[in-house]
């Protein structure tokens, strides 16, 4: 008996959640538990841009080779032009590093990786709270982890000045993981002067933002949501950034993400460059060819690109609808409560309040799921579900 030592897995609090759901027999079942957008019918959307991507690449039959440990050239070009915009000084300058990634989950690891190696004394502060494997990820990679306030529950806001007293008294070179949008899992996120603020702060303590950009479009615009990258570039920091393809191109499963690091210069960025490379190799050796190629195509063909685009706007939108909807049901059914947060919040998410024995009434009597937390993904809501979910949601509250 090797194994029988082992502790027994207690599950994921989302991803194993997902699979209690896609197990429950109930008909009328509604998922808002995992980040997963769905349309209007409940179902994940093949958006047509990709769809063409892909037949195209089908057409082509080109060969399989194993892609470079940073990933398909092209890919990383469309990746830079997308997070700073086309001609940043920070890109033409060759002081940025992007590398194709395993998702953004591939780039955070590789990244947390290569900070345990390099930056040996640095430790990681997240927002508290944050996505559940961000703790995880960099943790398993032998950092340590705290946390920073964000979350103000009393307004459904964000606790601004105590986030920032607690980052001017970090110690130099700290890390700092930061949401560029669409905070996961409250939904609440800095505004530009906020950002702003931030930056001499960041600066004068001498840290080192990490940006996690997962949700790129779902808040305000694809370039609007980029924002706090752009503004971190131009401002001459050196930070981090993950980001994912899986919910603005709605391909979860292909994995397709990247991870780009701004440096003081272009000599800085090759060594950085060289170590991603071997940090990469590894970890999983090379990223996945088909992933280069779906986003490629679709960032980098004027017709495509415009697909996309108008498909973004319109996840974006119907999200938008269904916080309106979900307020409004809501507002009508316990008029002394404030649910104004479902307007403020931004992206998929919104933080609900709601008690781990409220979430679990709501999965077991009216097969309601959301996450333990109170974390409640709008984009799992429809027009033939929001009514009776607000409905439930008054019940157990
Ligand atoms: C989520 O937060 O639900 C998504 O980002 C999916 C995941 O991997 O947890």
Redesign the pocket.
């Known amino acids: 008996m090797m194994f029988s030592h082992l502790d027994r897995y207690a599950g994921?609090p989302?991803?194993s959640l997902n699979e209690a759901f896609q197990k429950d027999p109930r008909a009328d079942k509604v998922n808002l538990?995992?980040?997963?957008y769905f349309d209007d019918a409940g179902r994940i959307p093949v958006l047509d841009s990709v769809h063409r991507a892909e037949a195209r690449m089908l057409a082509e039959a080109g060969p399989k080779p194993y892609l470079p440990m940073e990933g398909a050239a092209a890919t990383r070009r469309e990746v830079q032009k997308l997070l700073f915009g086309a001609g940043h000084e920070a890109v033409t300058s060759g002081r940025t590093v992007t590398l194709q990634t395993v998702g953004s989950?591939g780039g955070l690891k590789v990244g947390a990786d290569f900070i345990r190696r390099w930056l040996p004394g640095s430790e990681v502060w997240v927002s508290d709270p944050t996505?559940?494997?961000h703790r995880a990820m960099f943790e398993g990679a032998g950092v340590a982890v705290h946390s920073y306030p964000y979350y103000d529950p009393a307004s459904g806001g964000l606790a601004f000045d105590a986030m920032r007293q607690t980052l001017a008294g970090l110690p130099p070179r700290s890390i700092v993981l930061l949401h560029a949008c669409c905070h996961?899992?409250t939904g609440v996120d800095l505004t530009p002067a906020q950002w702003q603020a931030l930056v001499p702060l960041l600066r004068e303590r001498e840290l080192l933002p990490y940006l996690d950009l997962?949700y790129q479009g779902y808040g305000d615009g694809i370039a609007e949501d980029a924002h706090a990258v752009r503004l971190l570039a131009a401002s001459g920091l050196s930070f981090f950034v993950a980001n994912s393809f899986?919910k603005s191109m709605s391909v979860y499963g292909e994995r397709a993400g990247a991870l780009s690091v701004v440096c003081a210069d272009a000599a800085e960025a090759a060594l950085v460059l060289g170590q991603l490379q071997a940090t990469v190799r590894r970890n999983y050796s090379s990223p996945a060819i088909h992933a280069a190629g779906i986003v490629a195509h679709v960032l980098g063909d004027p017709a495509l690109r415009a697909s996309w685009e108008a498909d973004v706007a319109g996840m974006r939108t119907r999200i938008q609808a269904m916080r309106r909807s979900l307020h409004g049901v809501l507002s009508a059914r316990l008029p002394g409560r404030d649910f104004g947060y479902f307007l403020s919040q931004r992206g998929m998410?919104s933080y609900t309040g709601l008690s781990a024995a409220q979430v679990d009434r709501l999965r077991e009597e009216f097969g309601v799921y959301l996450?333990r937390s109170g974390r409640i993904?709008i984009a799992g809501l429809n027009t033939g579900n929001v009514e009776r979910t607000a409905a439930a949601i008054a019940a157990v509250l």
């Open positions: 994921d989302i991803l538990s995992i980040g997963i989950s996505w559940d494997n996961n899992p997962a899986s998410f996450v993904c």
